[in-house]
């Protein structure tokens, strides 16, 4: 093996390649981890003199076992400070260290040869594995994951198309379709859908099962009742007024979050509407807030915090050679019915 020059970059994948060993393996060498057989690291070891490779990071000592990085930017919303609960509970129990890193920007959501080298520094850096919440992984870091063995579990991925993405979930069909169902129980016909954008998968999922429950129940769909944006109170206020101020107004509407349903609240209280009165109102996720709501607010419940922790077991076991059951994990929504929900008014 010839050194290289000092203008061409020794990566850990050449050292693993070399080596013939995994990335993780050679992450694992460079680490002093104590599961490696003593033939391989003096292996590893040797290949690494040998080409003059030298970690772009140096993980410090400490006492965990793993590191493991979770990528998000809605670190502001209820529903991700549950789910990173989840993520650091089940953490802190394998003993591994957790890292919180907003979604790389350009270069690396773009070129794939960036792509690489990010995957490179966080292996390097004893990283063995991530965790991307609510987040559209970008193709060539999926790419450069898949060819340096580095795991990655998505929460509620954005898009769900990618066949070698693990995803974690619920089933957010049924659970549109169980929020659309009770306040059809309830008498109500006139009900408005207010979700999160289009080219979100989960949101559109939990449309389908609105829809699937009006259809079920011979209620004859009005796209004018119906609005996608953004999983935000603003969204969720804005649309309520224009649905609230319709002459044929709903009696109940759907939203496709917590957050969502919290500016549906506001909006009616804005143009002087009682809840659950002239309006029942439901959620989705099921975070703390609706506790804090007036009046308290009926919503699906995603397990979020078994999300996180579902992760964390998951991209643990990748990390060991163990694929999961399925590509794409679903866990069960249930409905909690709380204040904000009413027979429809006479």
Do not use: C
Request: no cysteine; glycine share 10%.
């Amino acid at each position: 093996m010839g050194r290289r020059g000092r203008s061409e970059r020794v990566t850990l994948a050449d050292v693993a390649r070399l080596a013939g060993v995994s990335p993780t393996t050679a992450s694992k060498v460079l680490n002093g981890r104590s599961d490696v057989g003593a033939k391989t690291r003096e292996l590893v070891l040797g290949v690494m003199a040998e080409i003059g490779y030298k970690p772009t990071a140096v993980r410090h000592e400490q006492s965990r076992d793993n590191t493991l990085v979770t990528v998000l930017d809605i670190v502001e919303s209820r529903y991700a400070g549950t789910v990173l609960q989840g993520i650091l509970l089940a953490a802190t129990t394998a003993r591994a260290e957790l890292l919180l890193r907003l979604p790389p920007g350009e270069p690396v959501s773009t070129s794939r040869t960036a792509a690489r080298t990010w995957v490179e520094e966080q292996q390097a850096s004893g990283v063995v594995g991530v965790i991307a919440l609510a987040v559209a992984v970008p193709d060539p870091v999926l790419l450069a994951a898949d060819d340096l063995g580095l795991p990655i579990v998505t929460i509620d991925p954005i898009d769900t198309t990618e066949s070698r993405l693990v995803s974690i979930g619920s089933t957010n069909w049924a659970g549109g379709r169980s929020a659309t169902e009770h306040v059809i129980k309830l008498g109500h016909r006139r009900i408005g859908w207010i979700g999160g954008p289009l080219g979100s998968a989960p949101s559109l999922e939990r449309f389908h099962g609105y829809q699937a429950a009006l259809d079920s129940a011979g209620v004859t769909p009005d796209r004018a009742l119906v609005r996608h944006e953004a999983f935000s109170v603003e969204a969720g206020r804005r649309h309520g007024r224009d649905l609230l101020a319709l002459a044929d107004r709903p009696t109940a509407i759907v939203a496709g979050n917590d957050e969502i349903a919290v500016g549906v609240l506001a909006a009616a209280g804005d143009l002087g509407i009682s809840v659950p009165g002239q309006l029942s109102v439901t959620g989705f996720d099921d975070t703390p807030q609706t506790q804090w709501t007036t009046p308290r607010l009926t919503s699906v419940r995603q397990p979020l915090e078994g999300m996180g922790r579902m992760a964390v077991e998951t991209v643990l076991g990748m990390a060991e050679g163990v694929q999961p059951a399925s590509r794409h994990l679903q866990l069960a929504t249930s409905l909690s019915v709380r204040d904000s929900t009413g027979p429809a008014p006479a």
